[in-house]
């Protein structure tokens, strides 16, 4: 089993910043990619931000330019820094991983975090 543990969300205000952590553990061979999905009450997740183990990333053109998302392969963590936080960027924002549990056999799986709240207020 995997375990993705985040932390960092709460309480901020419109132009401030958060920086969220994301840490796999358990039974882990390798971590192909790491990224951060949002959902707002009613709406659909989304993807924010991706990393490859390459160091590729990929953005959700909203947020382009304000959040940097970087990994810390030996650490098996993930990051999220958010500055200029915005009205929308509220939401439950979940830690997402595509893991290589073992290669003999190849055992592959999907896993999110339990999910952590970022609340952008005035």
């Known amino acids: 089993q995997v375990q993705l543990v985040e932390s960092g969300g709460g309480l901020v205000q419109v132009g401030g910043s958060l920086r969220l952590s994301c840490a796999a553990s358990?039974?882990?061979?390798?971590?192909?990619?790491m990224g951060w999905y949002r959902q707002a009450p009613g709406k659909r997740r989304e993807l924010v931000a991706a990393?490859?183990?390459?160091?590729?990333?990929d953005y959700v053109d909203s947020v382009k330019g304000r959040f940097t998302i970087s990994r810390d392969n030996a650490k098996n963590t993930v990051y999220l820094q958010m500055n200029s936080l915005k009205f929308e960027d509220t939401g439950v924002y979940y830690c997402?991983?595509?893991?290589?549990?073992?290669?003999?056999?190849?055992?592959?799986?999907?896993?999110w975090g339990q999910g952590t709240q970022v609340t952008v207020s005035s």
């Open positions: 997402h991983a595509g893991v290589v549990v073992t290669t003999r056999p190849v055992i592959t799986g999907d896993y």
């Open positions: 358990g039974s882990i061979f390798s971590i192909n990619s």
């Open positions: 990393i490859t183990s390459g160091g590729n990333t």
